[in-house]
C-alpha cells in the first residue's frame, strides 16, 4: 500500500488507458477534466457507462447517508424489471482508507445487477478524518442498514454478500473474520453468507507505509489490525482473488490467509491471475476490460453458491 499521493500516481495506468477510451467514446469534456484530477475509476466507469449504453438496465433504489460524515455514504441498484427479493452484494471500495467514491463504482452494480444480485456500494470514514478502526465501524454499519432495509427495496436481507478491492478487501475481511463489529450494531456473522476480497491485505506489519503508518499507527495493539489475527473456526466462506503481477498488495497476503484459513476449517478458494496488477483486477469488473472474464468467472460460482436460498450452504465450502 502506498501514501496518499502514491495512492494517485498508482492509479494512473487506469486513467490514460482509459482516458483514450473515452475520449475515443465522446464522453468528451467532463470525463476529461475528471481525469486530470487523478479520479481514474470515474474514467473507469464512464467508459463502462457508454459501452453497455447508460444505466437503463439497473434502477437506483437508495443513495443516502447513514451517518454524519460526508462518507458515510451509500447507494443500493436492482436490476430493471426485478421481482421478489434478490441476493445482495455489497461493495466496498479500496483507495489506501484515504480516497475513493462510492458513486465512481456503479459499474460493479451494472456487472452483478446484470446477473440477478442487488448491489449497494457503501462508503466509509477516510483518513486524516478518521483511522482504524472507523472504517470497520462503518462497514458494520452499512451492513446493519442494508439488514434493516433490503427486503424494501428488492434486496433478500438474509442473503447478503460482500466485495472489497484493496483497502476495501482488507475492511471486508475484517468485518468477516472480526465478529466484533457486527456485533457491536447487534448482528452476528451470519449475516454474511460470504466475502470477496480482490488484492487484499491480510498481513502488513510492520507498518512500512503512508498509509498503513495514517490509518493504523495509533492503534494500541498492532496485531489487531490484522485479518490473519482473526482466522477462527466458522467464519463465513471467503473468495482471496489476487493478481501475481500485484506489486502493490504482494500475493503473499491473500497466499498466507487462505493457508490459515485451510488450517481452521473454514471454506476458502485462492485465486491467482497471470499477469494480473492490483489496477488491472479492478479493470476487469468493468467494461471494455471485462472481456478477459477471469476475475468475473471466479467471483460468480463462488456468489451464487454462498447466496443460495438454503443457509446450509456456508458448510458447503467456497
Known amino acids: 500500500m502506498t501514501g496518499t499521493a502514491k495512492g494517485k500516481r498508482r492509479m494512473g495506468w487506469i486513467g490514460w488507458t482509459v482516458l483514450g477510451l473515452v475520449l475515443l467514446g465522446g464522453i468528451g469534456v467532463y470525463a476529461f477534466r475528471r481525469a486530470l484530477e487523478n479520479n481514474a475509476v470515474a474514467v473507469l466507469d464512464g467508459a463502462d457507462k457508454l459501452l453497455n449504453g447508460g444505466d437503463g438496465a439497473i434502477r437506483q433504489v437508495a443513495d443516502l447517508r447513514y451517518g454524519k460524515d460526508p462518507a458515510q455514504k451509500l447507494e443500493m441498484f436492482v436490476p430493471q424489471g426485478a421481482n421478489g427479493r434478490l441476493p445482495v452484494l455489497i461493495f466496498v471500495h479500496g483507495g489506501s482508507w484515504a480516497g475513493g467514491d462510492p458513486h465512481d463504482y456503479r459499474f460493479i452494480a451494472r456487472t452483478f445487477c446484470a446477473q440477478g444480485y442487488a448491489v449497494v456500494l457503501a462508503g466509509y470514514r477516510l483518513y486524516p478524518k478518521a483511522q482504524f478502526p472507523a472504517?470497520?465501524?462503518?462497514?458494520?454499519?452499512?451492513?446493519?442498514?442494508?439488514h434493516d432495509h433490503a427486503a424494501q427495496l428488492g434486496g433478500d436481507p438474509a442473503r447478503i454478500a460482500l466485495m472489497g478491492h484493496s483497502a476495501g478487501a482488507y475492511n471486508v475481511a475484517m468485518l468477516t473474520l472480526d465478529p466484533q463489529y457486527l456485533r457491536a450494531v447487534g448482528l452476528d456473522d451470519s449475516a454474511i453468507r460470504g466475502t470477496i476480497a480482490l488484492a487484499g491485505p491480510f498481513d502488513f506489519l510492520p507498518?512500512?507505509?503512508d498509509a498503513t503508518i495514517h490509518s493504523f499507527g495509533n492503534a494500541p495493539d498492532l496485531a489487531k489490525t490484522q485479518p490473519i489475527t482473526f482466522v477462527r473456526k466458522n467464519a463465513p466462506p471467503l473468495l482471496l482473488v489476487t493478481g501475481d503481477a500485484d506489486t502493490r498488495v504482494r500475493p503473499r497476503n491473500s497466499q498466507k490467509l487462505a493457508q490459515l484459513l485451510t488450517q481452521a476449517g473454514v471454506p476458502n478458494q485462492p485465486v491467482l491471475l497471470d499477469g494480473v496488477t492490483h489496477e488491472k483486477i479492478?479493470?476487469?469488473?468493468?467494461?471494455p476490460f471485462a472481456r478477459d472474464r477471469r476475475a468475473i468467472d471466479a467471483v460468480l460460482p463462488f456468489l451464487e453458491r454462498v447466496t443460495a436460498q438454503s443457509v446450509a450452504v456456508q458448510a458447503a465450502g467456497g
Open 135 to 146: 472504517m470497520l465501524e462503518d462497514g458494520a454499519a452499512a451492513v446493519r442498514w442494508v
Open 207 to 209: 507498518l512500512d507505509s
Open 282 to 287: 479492478i479493470m476487469m469488473f468493468a467494461q
